[in-house]
């Protein structure tokens, strides 16, 4: 995308690029509602169904998951 002599060195251009692509930010109450629908619909929670639910890669929910939410998917896991 960058011409040979931009004048920009390595560090700017992916600098450049990471703001133009940028990551999904998801919200922990956007993950628990994925959580409760697999729930409710009585499927086992997994990382890979709450990514392809939200539309994002798996590495963003680990990301985005915290300890409380981990603790509730296993929770609901035993429920089912």
Not at 12 to 41: T, W
């Amino acid at each position: 995308i960058f011409k040979d002599h931009s004048g920009l060195d390595m560090r700017q251009k992916l600098s450049i690029v990471g703001k133009m692509i940028g990551r999904k930010k998801l919200s922990a109450s956007e993950i628990y509602d994925a959580m409760l629908i697999l729930n409710d619909s009585g499927e086992k929670i997994s990382i890979t169904k709450i990514s392809v639910m939200l539309g994002c890669s798996n590495r963003t929910v680990h990301r985005n998951m915290n300890n409380e939410l981990k603790r509730e998917k296993e929770l609901l896991n035993q429920q089912l």
